[in-house]
DNA sequence: ACAACAATCTAATAATTACTGGATTGATTA
DNA sequence: TAATCAATCCAGTAATTATTAGATTGTTGT
């Protein structure tokens, strides 16, 4: 058989299909919010920061790759992630990014706050002390996204509502803020802000999405 | 802060140099090659049906994203993958593609070999018959690359000398052909060969990597 | 039925990327 | 030292992909 070629060229580029869907900057930023819960094509175009018809264009290819599915809801249509497992290739592929690529760890310190040494930096015993209410656990994505999913414990301020609802914070424990992932800057800015204003605060760097998977890798 | 936009552009092209490494045929092909081991230039080239020039093109790609490591031997110049968590992702991203990809999983199905009953398809008992003798765990690569990672218990006979070497194989126990992966041939080749033979056979779809990870998981 | 709106489609151009041929580098062998 | 070999570099063209503008499709509200 000499079409053996033939197949294996044919299953190789079926896989790329994948590959090329991951490699635009743009296509990655969409993949992250989706991971967060289903948005509508005005809501991803806004906070990716292009416009509409971009948008459009690069949910077009990640539907063509069966990576996401729409819903019609009234005017507005509804994408969301064909499963949990495009969101774990989503982890898996930044990790790997920040495994291996120099420029990129650097990016990620240079953005990253001060570690607050009441805040344990392994999840196992930031858990436990939150099942305790030892610290808090704040979601400062918006609240939609707090609906769609959250870590355990976890208590919702959006980061723009910070600043006038600081009351409801504690000042005598430490407060560990997380949002949409490590290359989402809402978690930095929430605990700068929360330091500046005389809390005890860290950010957390993994999401939803990196937390679930870890969650189950180590169960 | 408005350049919050610049930073998180600059973080996500970074992860996106990953993505276009994976989004040629080509460089899936010569990733999962370097996945049995490392190889030279020429090897990769030949095994990839490509030009020496074109191989080599791509590789450069695969060390600008870090992927991979060379080292120069004598004359040649030898490839490694970057660390396990390469061959990972190239794991992660073709289970992607096979759980999503309709197309894919058609492909693959029209070259699989039926089943054989009395060989487990779950790899716990398939191990547990390994171990006990039961069943013969047959690895048809390059000896090579058998020498740079197989399964537990597995034994070698390349493809190539299988014809030549099937007095060494049992009649009364079955045999598992194994081989670089879901899109390698050989083991599928080997598993018809073998029952055209008088053989009982089938070919396993997982090579070494897939292997390795999904061990991990269960574990 | 019509205006307003969300989103897509089509087509055109700009920007990248893939591939090939010719010259070049570094190491080995005669 | 010259010849050979593996591999890379460089430059040019072919092929893809990204992006934007303009027209079009459904849907809602009046």
Redesign the interface.
Known sequence: MKD??R????????????????????R??LIELLCQGEKTVETLAQEA?ISMKLASAHLRELRA???VETERQGKNILYRL??K??A??WV??????E??????QM??QK?AVQPDDLVPSDRETLMKMARRGEVVVLDVRPVEEYLAAHLPFARSIPIDELRQRLAELPKDRPIVAYCRG??C?MAVDAASLLRKEGFRSAGLRDGVAEWELTE??QA
């Open positions: 053996a070629r197949i294996k060229d044919l299953l190789y580029e079926q896989v790329a299909r994948i590959g090329k869907v991951f490699s635009s900057p743009k990655l930023e920061s790759a069966h990576l064909a499963g497992a495009v774990d290739l898996h592929t930044h990790s790997l990014a495994d291996r690529l120099v420029e990129l990016a990620l953005i490590p290359y800057l189950i890798r």
